[in-house]
């Protein structure tokens, strides 16, 4: 990970104004990111104040903040429950969700997150999980593919979006590497996917 700008907090003074932070409480921040908004609560405790924060995200935990008072989680939230308890931390006196995507992941095109970047489709939030979308997007079925988009994707033509990926990838078996950029292309219709080295090799050994 580059030194440098990872990530502006939003609403940074309205969050502190809402939380209304206790020198020595016990805060959650389920999406650590780049810590701005941590950091800011932190700047706010006492000594006796604790912060257990969350991020699934190998960077994020990388970029971690050496104090004691802070118990870095480097796990998805929908196990908060879980973590807390074996952190002793149940009892919070605010949680913060900052949801999304950081700036950093979506500036840092290996991560696959950003149409403006040729990178590959990766789009892990957690790298420690075996699938990528590229994995997604060569292996799920039309139907799975159609049903994903219409649930998660926000876009009006899932089921025209699942037929062309599965159209492209019969019609070039040996070339789906999908990069981010392509695959917002309007182009890519019409035309195969990048065929990487990797993907040759891939195919090769099949
Ligand atoms: C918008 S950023 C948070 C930025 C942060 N508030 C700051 O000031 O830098 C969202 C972060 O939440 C993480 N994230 C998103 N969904 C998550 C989940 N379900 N579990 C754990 N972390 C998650 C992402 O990896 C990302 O780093």
């Known amino acids: 990970m580059e ?4 990530h502006q907090p939003v609403l940074l003074q309205e969050v502190l104004e809402h939380m209304q932070i206790r020198p020595d409480g016990l805060y ?5 990111g780049g810590g701005g908004h941590s950091r800011a609560i932190l700047s ?22 050496p104090d004691d ?3 870095f989680v480097r796990e998805n939230f929908r196990h908060l429950e879980r973590f807390t308890r074996l952190h002793k931390a149940q009892r919070a006196d605010g949680i913060l969700a900052d949801l999304g995507v950081s700036s950093y992941q979506f500036d840092t095109a290996e991560r696959g997150f950003s149409t403006r970047f040729d990178g590959a489709l990766d789009m892990r939030m957690d790298n420690r999980s075996p699938v990528t979308a590229a994995d997604v997007l060569t292996t799920y079925s039309e139907q799975r593919l159609h049903q994903l988009f219409q649930d998660y ?22 070339a789906p590497s999908l990069s981010s950029s392509r695959l917002s292309s309007p182009s890519s219709k019409a035309t195969p996917p990048n065929t990487s080295p990797r993907s040759s090799r891939h195919c090769e050994s099949r």
């Open 153 to 174: 994707g926000e876009v009006t033509n899932s089921r025209t979006l699942a037929k062309t990926i599965v159209t492209l990838r019969k019609a070039h078996p040996c």
């Open 28 to 32: 959650i921040d389920a999406t650590f």
């Open 3 to 6: 030194a440098g700008f990872y």
């Open 44 to 65: 706010q405790l006492g000594p006796q104040g604790r912060l257990v924060v969350f991020d699934q995200d190998e960077d994020a935990y990388r970029n971690r903040i």
């Open 69 to 71: 008072r802070v118990t």
